[in-house]
């Protein structure tokens, strides 16, 4: 079985379908003169004037669409590679960087997507379906399509459990700092993927997200991982997210009907 093909099963998942509630509009879109959505008007802004990042986001693309659409997903460069776009690659210690060839020769066949468990942080930031945004005043949650889980990022000056329970989105706590919002995360599982190729990101992880909405349509999430365990020191990415206006998520259960995973052999 080829690299593709492996790749292939896994996108196979989440090709593009009609969502719910069709042809229902999204409310509150700023427009042009001529009646197109503006993309770019100012972000928009809760009550307590904080910026609003409500809204269904999905990770921007490298491999645009032609004219007539795209028969799969398109695919992000960090969805393959986390570390795409830092200078020399991701700072791997030995270890890690034997393991992460060792899967990718391997073909990702024990990826934890594979077997339909969930994709974790960071790493759901750069996958190709879509997320959710629901604002709180103490509360940001954030629905995702891809085997319909949840994250909660706590707003309400909580510290970070000292001895937590790992989990696959860990224990996330935010503050805003201007306009953009700093969310800490700590207690990941142990042994997550951080990418199709296989980077590692252990249970000593500490994730930082700073969320940034830039304007209506764009948000920048600048993410910057501390695991000494996998890395010999932090790096950090920046993944931009485009709003897609005019649909809703789909339940998308992995596990329903999966024939895949039997087929998963490697080399």
């Keep these: 079985m080829r690299a593709f093909t492996a790749a292939g099963i896994l996108l196979l998942t989440v090709t593009i379908l009609p969502a719910q509630w069709l042809n229902h509009p999204t409310a509150g879109i700023p427009r042009t003169p001529s009646g197109l959505p503006n993309l770019g008007a100012p972000t928009p802004r809760t009550t307590d004037g904080k910026p609003d990042l ?62 339909c468990l969930p994709s974790g942080v960071p790493r759901l930031h750069v996958h190709p379906t879509m997320r959710k945004f629901l ?70 992880a500490k994730v930082t997200e700073r969320f940034h909405r830039i304007n209506y349509g764009n948000m920048e999430i600048e993410i910057t991982v501390d695991d000494r365990k996998a890395y010999t020191k932090p790096w950090t990415i920046k993944l931009n997210q485009f709003i897609v206006l005019n649909t809703e998520l789909l339940d998308d259960v992995c596990a329903e009907n999966e024939k895949d995973a039997p087929h998963m052999v490697g080399k």
């Design 54 to 115: 409500s809204g269904m986001w999905q990770a921007e693309n490298t491999r645009p669409c032609p004219p007539e659409g795209c028969a799969d997903m398109r695919i992000s460069e960090q969805f393959m590679d986390f570390g795409a776009g830092i200078k020399g690659g991701l700072p791997y210690q030995p270890w890690a960087l034997a393991l992460m060839k060792s899967r990718s020769e391997q073909l990702g066949k024990d990826d934890q997507e594979i077997k």
């Design 135 to 204: 604002q709180a005043p103490a509360l940001l949650i954030i629905l995702s399509e891809r085997n319909t889980t949840f994250r909660q990022i706590f707003t309400d000056g909580r510290p970070l459990p000292a001895d937590p329970q790992p989990t696959w989105s860990g224990y996330s706590s935010g503050k805003w700092e201007g306009d953009t919002l700093v969310v800490e995360t700590n207690g990941l599982r142990d042994g997550m993927w951080l990418d199709r190729n296989g980077s590692p990101l252990t249970d000593a």
